[in-house]
């Protein structure tokens, strides 16, 4: 029987791209082939690249088609891949909103034009994938029509992100998982980790990620006299990050905006306690010192302190990390989500060519 094929549309580099297609293949036997922009998005010029890039993306997109004849259409992030897919001519069509809102950042001049783009996609669109509630207030609040809307997170592997604590526990051994770049606050972290310094507590600080904050990060770590604590381990592979994050007993993230992080979750299950951002995409998971800490955006003092709380309340932390991993056993495991994930494309497409 000849394999399904789906055209994915986005960043392939990703780790939930990855995560994506792979549980595609591996639960639905798919073939999947794929198409992204070339053009990084780093600063100004590149942007407008990108954006004429953009423009005949199109063109490129329906050759593919013509060649491959995929009986699926799926992207990412509903103002860009996800309104290529709705011009595209496929059906069906799956979408999916990467942020608690992909209308970003709010101040943006290109705001009204992401907004038209944005409704189309959400019109055309057979299926729209929700990674978590948090998504769904934005896509209410513009009149989708929620039938069409699936809340499932991709979920994550947990045979290969484990609840091994190999992590030395007489001090704080904490990791930051995120990219380098503005909006995930590193400034905020490093900061806090230059007050527990002050103080005399000992700790070890992993920051994995590559991006455009890597020279000034640097450069702050040494400003704060912790450059000694810091290991900046650059982008890593996906099967290198579940062992630093065993041995870590700290994860911490800043951002000032979130959607559904998959980060959180590989944390969540690997015996790391969670200290976030006080933010609604990470309120949907964490509650206050009950299974980790939410702290105000871009509040170092906070962090501080709030990071000392919990270093010093180790039985509360270890009950923490428990129930962690049974809720993340529970709602996120990569292999039930996945499997009902590609189930549904394959009735999208049966009831499609039946049509």
């Given at each position: 029987?000849?394999?399904?094929?789906?055209?994915?549309?986005?960043?392939?580099?990703?780790?939930?791209?990855?995560?994506?297609?792979?549980?595609?293949?591996?639960?639905?036997?798919?073939?999947?082939?794929?198409?992204?922009?070339?053009?990084?998005?780093?600063?100004?010029?590149?942007?407008?690249?990108?954006?004429?890039?953009?423009?005949?993306?199109?063109?490129?997109?329906?050759?593919?088609?013509?060649?491959?004849?995929?009986?699926?259409?799926?992207?990412?992030?509903?103002?860009?891949?996800?309104?290529?897919?709705?011009?595209?001519?496929?059906?069906?069509?799956?979408?999916?909103?990467?942020?608690?809102?992909?209308?970003?950042?709010?101040?943006?001049?290109?705001?009204?034009?992401?907004?038209?783009?944005?409704?189309?996609?959400?019109?055309?669109?057979?299926?729209?994938?929700?990674?978590?509630?948090?998504?769904?207030?934005?896509?209410?609040?513009?009149?989708?029509?929620?039938?069409?809307?699936?809340?499932?997170?991709?979920?994550?592997?947990?045979?290969?992100?484990?609840?091994?604590?190999?992590?030395?526990?007489?001090?704080?051994?904490?990791?930051?998982?995120?990219?380098?770049?503005?909006?995930?606050?590193?400034?905020?972290?490093?900061?806090?980790?230059?007050?527990?310094?002050?103080?005399?507590?000992?700790?070890?600080?992993?920051?994995?990620?590559?991006?455009?904050?890597?020279?000034?990060?640097?450069?702050?770590?040494?400003?704060?006299?912790?450059?000694?604590?810091?290991?900046?381990?650059?982008?890593?592979?996906?099967?290198?990050?579940?062992?630093?994050?065993?041995?870590?007993?700290?994860?911490?993230?800043?951002?000032?905006?979130?959607?559904?992080?998959?980060?959180?979750?590989?944390?969540?299950?690997?015996?790391?306690?969670?200290?976030?951002?006080?933010?609604?995409?990470?309120?949907?998971?964490?509650?206050?010192?009950?299974?980790?800490?939410?702290?105000?955006?871009?509040?170092?003092k906070m962090l501080a302190e709030e990071l000392i709380w919990a270093f010093e309340n180790s039985k509360y932390r270890n009950n923490a990390v428990l129930e962690n991993r049974k809720f993340i056993e529970k709602n996120a495991d990569y292999k039930t989500n996945m499997k009902?994930?590609?189930?549904?494309?394959?009735?999208?497409?049966?009831?499609?060519?039946?049509?």
């Open positions: 029987m000849t394999k399904r094929k789906i055209l994915f549309l986005g960043e392939t580099y990703r780790a939930d791209a990855i995560t994506w297609m792979n549980g595609l293949r591996e639960f639905g036997d798919f073939e999947i082939i794929t198409w992204e922009l070339k053009t990084p998005n780093h600063n100004y010029w590149s942007r407008l690249l990108r954006i004429l890039e953009f423009s005949t993306a199109l063109f490129q997109i329906k050759k593919i088609i013509k060649l491959h004849q995929p009986d699926m259409v799926i992207a990412e992030r509903t103002t860009s891949y996800g309104f290529l897919a709705a011009l595209s001519g496929v059906r069906p069509i799956a979408i999916a909103q990467q942020g608690r809102t992909d209308l970003w950042p709010e101040k943006s001049i290109l705001l009204p034009l992401k907004k038209i783009i944005q409704n189309y996609a959400f019109k055309k669109a057979t299926l729209i994938h929700a990674w978590g509630s948090v998504m769904t207030i934005s896509m209410k609040a513009v009149g989708v029509d929620m039938r069409k809307v699936l809340v499932l997170p991709k979920g994550i592997d947990l045979t290969k992100f484990e609840n091994k604590n190999t992590v030395d526990n007489s001090r704080i051994n904490a990791i930051v998982t995120r990219s380098l770049m503005p909006d995930y606050r590193h400034e905020i972290i490093l900061k806090a980790f230059g007050i527990l310094n002050q103080r005399g507590i000992d700790f070890s600080l992993t920051i994995v990620g590559d991006g455009t904050r890597l020279a000034f990060l640097k450069e702050l770590s040494k400003e704060l006299n912790i450059e000694n604590q810091v290991n900046f381990k650059g982008r890593i592979s996906n099967t290198q990050l579940p062992k630093l994050l065993q041995q870590s007993n700290f994860y911490i993230s800043m951002p000032i905006t979130e959607g559904v992080s998959a980060s959180l979750f590989e944390a969540m299950a690997s015996n790391c306690y969670p200290v976030v951002t006080h933010i609604s995409g990470n309120k949907s998971w964490i509650k206050h010192r009950e299974n980790g800490q939410l702290i105000a955006v871009d509040d170092y009902i994930i590609a189930a549904k494309y394959h009735e999208l497409i049966n009831t499609s060519k039946t049509n």
